[in-house]
């Protein structure tokens, strides 16, 4: 009788452990910086690119302002949060000389794309241009919205439009503040009113694709109105001064972007729902080229499909630069955003990779 009721008691017990979550995440951010190089990321500027050619005039002045003596005073003057901050308490996989290598596994080494296999989880070759319209798949946002935990509590800012179709809003119920219209959620008060004006009467540069800092200051209001438990945040300046083959704006790019990052960390810590219960992932879409092809990428550029993997949060060991026995899919995101919440993506979608759990 007393061993039948010692194994009931392990039975109960089993059922209570199956299925109850392991991590200690509550709450995930998912931001992706737009064609950052994993080559600034590791290394800081690279001195051959801090020419007039790429737009640097004052070369005296930058060469003072972003080189060292190291790659790691380099980085860590262009990304102090990064690399003071999350490097120190979290971890960074896809450094050079650390083993395995992060990659976009695409082979189409663009946006969209990448976006797909970052939230989706796996690659779909009928995605092939930027314009391809919605989405035929559901993102792990899309798969979390519909559960009762996450309803209301699932959101994404962007400065690029096309976030619209990626996550295919508002079929899958993910509201999307992204490019010019929506921007951000119906302005409520004068912050938000003041917003407002800002993204109607700054420059416009690209497009479809407003400034960092616009998408940054909608991000806050989000989080302020909204308190989401999954929000993604696309910043897209990176990629625009790339292309347009500026490298002094692409570094100044990457240390907003830094200090952005940083910023809504200290934020979010200081608000019971997200302190110590947060966990963020940041990722590239793809990388670029080497040496004068740093400013492009596509299915043609040599190396453009590795990247690098940030992420600091409860479930993160301190490992700082990571070194990675196999390769590590930017596929992997989606299933880690999941499973960092308690829940299994792969097993809802056997498309989608596994997560990286580190
Ligand atoms: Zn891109």
Not at 50 to 58: A, H, I, N, Q, S
Not at 264 to 288: P, S
């Amino acid at each position: 009788m007393e061993a039948l009721r010692r194994a009931l008691w392990v039975l109960a017990l089993l059922a209570a452990t199956v299925g109850a979550q392991t991590t200690k995440t509550k709450n995930v951010v998912v931001i992706v910086i737009d064609g950052m190089r994993w080559q600034e990321l590791f290394g800081g500027a690279d001195s051959t690119l801090l020419t007039p050619r790429y737009g640097v005039t004052d070369t005296l002045g930058a060469r003072r302002r972003w080189l060292r003596a190291t790659a790691e005073d380099r980085r860590r003057i262009m990304m102090p949060f990064l690399w003071d901050t999350l490097a120190v308490r979290g971890a960074i996989w896809g450094a050079p000389g650390r083993g395995a290598m992060v990659r976009s596994t695409n082979g189409l080494k663009f946006s969209y794309p990448g976006y797909q296999e970052i939230l989706a989880g796996f690659p779909d070759p009928r995605i092939d241009k930027n314009d391809f319209g919605p989405n035929p798949n559901a993102t792990v946002f899309e798969w979390l919205a519909a559960k009762p935990a996450y309803r209301g509590r699932v959101a994404a800012v962007a400065t690029w439009g096309v976030f619209r179709a990626i996550f295919r809003t508002p079929q899958s119920g993910v509201p999307v503040y992204a490019g010019y219209e929506p921007r951000l959620p119906e302005p409520r008060d004068d912050a938000g009113r003041e917003l407002d004006a800002m993204y109607r009467t700054l420059p416009q540069f690209w497009g479809d694709n407003p400034l960092d800092a616009l998408a940054v200051r909608a991000a806050h209001e989000v989080i302020r109105r909204q308190k989401p438990r999954v929000l993604f945040l696309g910043l897209g300046e990176n990629d625009e001064w790339a292309h347009a083959g500026r490298y002094g704006e692409y570094l100044d790019a990457a240390q907003r972007a830094d200090r952005a990052i940083g910023e809504l960390w200290a934020t979010m810590q200081t608000m019971k729902q997200y302190r110590d219960k947060t966990t963020f992932i940041i990722v590239a879409d793809h990388g670029r080229g080497f040496g004068a092809e740093w400013t492009d990428h596509g299915r043609g550029v040599d190396g453009a499909d590795r990247i690098w993997w940030a992420m600091i949060g409860p479930d993160t060991p301190a490992l700082g630069v990571a070194r990675a026995a196999e390769e590590i899919a930017q596929a992997q995101v989606a299933a880690t955003v999941a499973w960092l919440l308690g829940e299994d993506y792969p097993r809802a979608d056997p498309r989608a990779a596994l997560p990286l759990k580190p």
